[in-house]
C-alpha cells in the first residue's frame, strides 16, 4: 500500500484531474456507504470536518446523537479507473468518529481495529489475511434487472467459449491491478456462472478493505458486460455456493508465528491453540461469518462447504484445512467464511476466537483426515466433530451465548447486528415461499 501526505494528495488530483472524491465507510451489514464531494472540499475532508447523518446508516445511532464524521484513511487513496477523463473520481477508506471526536464504538472498521490492539498486546505483530471471494455472473434483462439466467455452463478452471465470463472476469482483473492490486490468480469455480479471482493477502485492515474495493470493482466492470454480478452465498439450488475462504496467519517481529520446523505438521503451539480457539467458538461465530438467511442453504453437505467443526491438513470437508506451504507461508483456512459477511466484523470474532485459544493454551483434537460427509452421525460424534448451525435463528441463539465473541464485536455492534438479523429472520420465517405453495396449495 502506498503511503500519502496531504501535500501528495494535493499533487496526484491536480496531476489526474480528479474532480469528485468519495468519502467510503461501511455499515453494520457489510454494505459500502459513501458520501461523495467535490473537489474543492477535499481539504476540509483531509482536516476529518466532514460530517455526516449516522442515523440513516443501519445499526448507527438514534437521531438525537446522528452527527459523525469521516476520517479519511490517506493510505487508501485510489482513483477509479473507470471514470471519465474530463474529471475522474478518486475515494478514500474512512473511520467513523463521533461529534467529540472519539472513534464511534459502532464503526467494524474502527471495531477490528480496537481487536487488533488486544493482538499486539499479547506480543503479536501483525495479523494477515489472504481471502478468496467467489462470485455468480448473471444475465441482466433489457430493464437492466438480473435474471436467473446464467452467463455460461462452464465447470472449475474451464476456458473460453465454455466460460462466457471469461472477457468480464479479464477486464474486472484489468482494473483490479491498475488500483493496486496484486492479482494471484483468476478462474472459473465449480458450478456454472461461478468465478473466483485471487489476490495477494495483506494485514486484515488492508485485506478487509481489498474486500470492499474488489466487490465494487466486480459489480461495476459486470455491468459493463450486460452482467449481474452476486455474492449471495447461494444463488442457485442444486449447486455449490459460493465461499470467501479465509486465510490466517499471526506474525511476530517479521517472523510467522504458525510456523515451527520441529512441530508436528511444522505447526506452531501457537498454530495450535489458534486452531483450537477457532473450532471452539466457530459455531457462535458463525452468524458473524455466515450473517444472512441464505447462508445456510450454503452450509450444507454435498457441495463442498463445511458445516462440520473439524480440522484437517489433507482433505477439504473440515471447517479448517492447513495448506500445504510453511515457513513464512504456513496458515490456517477457514473455509466457512461466505463472501455476504462484513470483512471487518468476521476479522475481528475470528481473530478474537483465535487469541482466546492462545491465552487459555487451547489444545485442538486430532485433525481429522477421512472425507467427513461420509460419515454417520454417530461416527461424527465419536470423534468429537459437531455440526454448524444450520440456520440463522440457531447461530444467534449461540452468538448470544458467547462472551468471548460478544466482546469481539463489542456492546453497539453486537445489539445492533443481532437485532437487525432477528428482524430478517422474523421476515423469512413469516414469508410464505413458492415452495410451500408447489407443496401444499392442491395437497390440502
Not at 86 to 114: H, M, Q, S, W
Not at 379 to 390: F, H, K, Q, S, T
Amino acid at each position: 500500500m502506498a503511503k500519502y501526505t496531504k501535500e501528495d494528495i494535493f499533487r496526484i488530483v491536480q496531476e489526474e484531474n480528479v474532480k469528485y472524491i468519495r468519502l467510503q465507510f461501511t455499515d453494520i451489514l457489510g454494505t459500502i456507504k459513501n458520501v461523495e464531494i467535490p473537489i474543492s472540499q477535499l481539504e476540509k475532508a483531509l482536516d476529518n470536518k466532514m460530517m455526516f447523518d449516522g442515523s440513516s446508516i443501519e445499526g448507527f445511532v438514534r437521531i438525537e446523537e446522528s452527527d459523525m464524521y469521516l476520517y479519511p484513511d490517506l493510505d487508501t487513496f485510489v482513483i477509479f479507473p473507470w471514470t471519465s477523463e474530463k474529471g475522474k473520481v478518486a475515494r478514500f477508506i474512512c473511520d467513523i468518529y463521533n461529534a467529540d471526536g472519539t472513534p464511534f464504538e459502532g464503526c467494524p472498521r474502527y471495531n477490528l481495529k480496537r481487536v487488533l490492539k488486544e493482538m499486539e498486546e499479547l506480543g503479536f505483530t501483525d495479523f494477515n489475511l489472504g481471502a478468496e471471494p467467489e462470485f455468480f455472473l448473471f444475465k441482466l434483462d433489457e430493464k437492466g434487472e438480473p435474471t436467473l439466467e446464467l452467463n455460461d455452463k462452464g465447470g472449475y478452471f474451464d476456458l473460453a467459449p465454455t466460460d462466457l465470463g471469461e472477457n468480464c472476469r479479464r477486464d474486472i482483473v484489468l482494473e483490479l491491478e491498475e488500483m493496486g492490486f496484486e492479482i494471484e490468480a483468476s478462474h472459473h469455480e465449480v458450478a456454472p456462472g461461478q468465478h473466483e479471482i485471487d489476490f495477494k493477502y495483506a494485514n486484515a485492515i488492508r485485506a478487509c478493505d481489498d474486500i470492499q474495493t474488489f466487490k465494487l470493482v466486480v459489480k461495476t466492470v459486470a455491468r459493463k458486460h450486460g452482467l449481474h454480478a452476486t455474492f449471495m452465498p447461494k444463488p442457485l439450488f442444486g449447486v455449490n455456493g459460493s465461499g470467501m475462504h479465509c486465510n490466517l496467519s499471526l506474525f511476530k517481529n517479521g517472523e510467522n508465528a504458525f510456523f515451527d520446523p520441529n512441530g508436528e505438521l511444522q505447526l506452531s503451539d501457537t498454530a495450535r491453540h489458534f486452531i483450537a480457539g477457532v473450532l471452539k467458538h466457530a459455531p457462535n461465530f458463525t452468524a458473524v461469518t455466515n450473517p444472512t438467511v441464505n447462508s445456510y442453504k450454503r452450509l450444507v453437505p454435498g457441495y463442498e462447504a463445511p458445516c462440520y467443526v473439524a480440522w484437517s491438513a489433507r482433505n477439504r470437508s473440515p471447517l479448517i484445512r492447513i495448506p500445504a506451504s510453511r515457513g513464512m507461508s504456513t496458515r490456517i483456512e477457514v473455509r466457512s467464511v461466505d463472501p455476504a459477511a462484513n470483512p471487518y466484523l468476521a476479522m475481528a470474532v475470528l481473530l478474537a476466537a483465535g487469541l482466546d485459544g492462545i491465552k487459555n493454551k487451547l489444545t485442538p483434537p486430532a485433525p481429522v483426515d477421512r472425507n467427513i460427509y461420509v460419515m454417520t452421525k454417530e461416527e461424527r460424534l465419536a470423534e468429537g466433530i459437531v455440526d454448524l448451525p444450520a440456520t440463522l435463528a440457531h447461530a444467534l441463539e449461540n452468538l448470544k451465548s458467547d462472551e468471548v465473541i460478544i466482546n469481539a464485536l463489542g456492546k453497539h455492534l453486537f445489539e445492533h447486528f443481532v437485532e437487525a438479523k432477528e428482524i430478517e429472520w422474523d421476515m423469512f420465517r413469516t414469508a410464505v415461499h413458492p415452495w410451500e405453495r408447489d407443496q401444499y396449495m392442491t395437497l390440502y
